[in-house]
């Protein structure tokens, strides 16, 4: 059932199904979309399908059409409801930077909960939901707080964001590997059979921190970020 271009964009702004003849829509958008959530959590973002969705919530696949013109915008609204949250992070009176840590680090426990949420953002056409967006606004909030002109609170976003889905993508990539501990035992084989060739390297996998949990890591390079920010903030030092 082709829709409306319109249609499409708007899918994640409209809070009830557009009439249509027939019966009533006896469901929203929204548990729909939980439904579907549940869903690629468990199994994965491939098997949302129109079919799968519709199963899952009691209707036939056409029921479905009338709440969505297609798999597209069931996705949209999915990845717009797990990123709704509250519109503070951490205490309004807390500095900008504990703020946006604690942005920073529920954006990615969105990711770490919702392991399909890394490809549906990457692969997606349709603009950003109205959460997502309440996300994007509390970030540069802070950020102008920070004393960035907004060329650099533009910059600084996408930084963050990088550091964010980097973090991501690496621990998805950990979680599917069953190399683990084997592919490092290989690895220091390999180096310390060539030591002048690759010193750095050998040096830090010899000190046992490539078996450590990477979430110092993500800190580490938050905190870099942080006092990158802080550095090019028009207001000086900042102050608790």
Not at 89 to 114: K, V
Not at 116 to 122: G, V
Not at 178 to 206: D, F, H, S, T
């Amino acid at each position: 059932m082709p829709a409306k271009k319109s249609d499409r964009a708007s899918a994640t702004w409209l809070g009830k199904p557009a009439p249509t003849r027939g019966p009533k829509p006896s469901l929203s958008r929204g548990r729909i979309a939980r439904t579907a959530i549940r869903l690629a959590d468990k199994q994965g973002l491939a098997t949302v399908t129109m079919q799968r969705v519709a199963r899952a919530v009691g209707l036939t696949t056409m029921a479905l059409y009338r709440y969505f013109p297609g798999k597209a915008e069931v996705i949209a609204l999915m990845i717009d409801s797990v990123a709704d949250s509250p519109p503070h992070f951490g205490e309004p009176w807390s500095p900008w930077s504990t703020r946006l840590m604690e942005w920073a680090h529920r954006c990615l426990a969105i990711y770490q909960d919702h392991p399909w949420f890394l490809e549906a953002t990457t692969a997606r056409q349709s603009p950003m939901g109205p959460n997502e967006l309440a996300w994007m606004e509390a970030a540069l909030a802070m950020l102008a707080e920070a004393g960035l002109e907004p060329k650099k609170r533009h910059h600084a976003f996408f930084a963050i964001v990088g550091h964010v889905r980097g973090h991501a993508t690496f621990q998805l990539a950990r979680r599917s590997s069953r190399a683990g501990r084997k592919w490092m035992r290989e690895l220091a084989q390999i180096l310390q059979q060539e030591p002048e060739r690759y010193p750095a390297l050998l040096n830090v996998l010899c000190s046992g921190v490539f078996g450590e949990s990477v979430a110092g890591a993500f800190d580490f390079g938050l905190d870099c970020i942080i006092d990158g920010i802080r550095s090019q903030g028009a207001t000086g030092p900042e102050t608790a």
